[in-house]
């Protein structure tokens, strides 16, 4: 099917299903390598960048290849670039000068736009535009020097030309649009969206299903103990109440005896919690969450919601252990 008909037959199946097509984007790229930068030097990344107690370093990207033909395909702009020159774009917002690859220098004349890129990998994307396939040839011979040509070429021919849509409309409308496409590499957003809702969903029910269990049992734990140290404890308070220890004096040694029966473990379980954050983080990678500051968020919450139950419990146990030894 050529291009012109492909476009004409999703753009039927879009007033069919009462979506508007607000842009089109057609971007042809290599596939994405593992890149890092050192200074202005960029170089290929290795098994070692990966591996840090937080997730990959903070200059791991992902970086995809571009000649400047297609980057006007896909802008609609006339940008000319000299065999030493390129445009670099980043999803971390970073701004250079100049790359240096292997022995070469080359000059940024500007910024790439990457209206493909989302912002939610584990490391961040990046887009070189070159020349044309000889430059690009040209670094990546510097980068893997020992990488045959015939492999090079290989690149070259597995180059994906891909077409973005921006849509507006209803999930619903969306997801039927992109089952009416015909051929298996269609993605939706509005697919992935519901599916990923579907699976997660059952994830955060299992949490906040074991997270109430556990608290409830808790609660009933520190509760009966109480009470039960309470009836213990009535005899020793009333002789001491004898010997002169006043009702406020009671009431300051209950509370710190509560305080540190309830607290205390609180505060370890937060400790424990904090040495094992880098654990975690690196296991919802697999999930597809990578943002660490709302992970760290998501744990200052959560310590805030049992600080909140550990004060009730606090008040009604107090409350009920001060009752028995008075």
Known sequence: MTPAKE???????????????????????????????????????????????????????????????????????????????????????????????????????????????????????????????SAISAVIKQLAPKMKQADIDAMFAQMQTTVYLTLSGSQANQRALAKDIPGDSVQSAAVNRKEILQWMSAFLFMGILIGIMFILATALILYYKQVAEGLADAKRYKILQQVGLSEREVRRTINSQLLTLFYIPLIVAGLHTLVAAPFIQRVLTLFGIYDWWQFLATIGITLGIFAVVYVLMYKTTARVYYRIVK
């Open 7 to 133: 476009k004409a037959q999703v753009a039927a199946a879009a007033r069919k299903h009462h979506v508007t097509i607000k842009k089109r984007t057609v971007a042809t790229v290599s596939g994405a390598t593992p890149m890092k930068f050192t200074g202005k030097r960029l170089q290929l990344a290795t098994n070692k960048d990966y591996n840090g107690m937080f997730g990959p370093k903070a200059d791991m990207q992902t970086l995809s290849f571009m000649t400047a033909a297609h980057y006007n395909q896909m802008m609609g702009t006339h940008v000319k670039l000299g065999a030493s020159d390129v445009l670099y774009g980043s999803t971390k917002d970073q701004t250079r000068s100049r790359i240096i690859v292997g022995t070469s220098t080359m000059r940024v004349l500007g910024k790439a736009a990457m209206p493909f890129a989302t912002n939610i990998a584990a490391t961040g994307t990046a887009l070189l535009v070159l020349q044309n396939e």
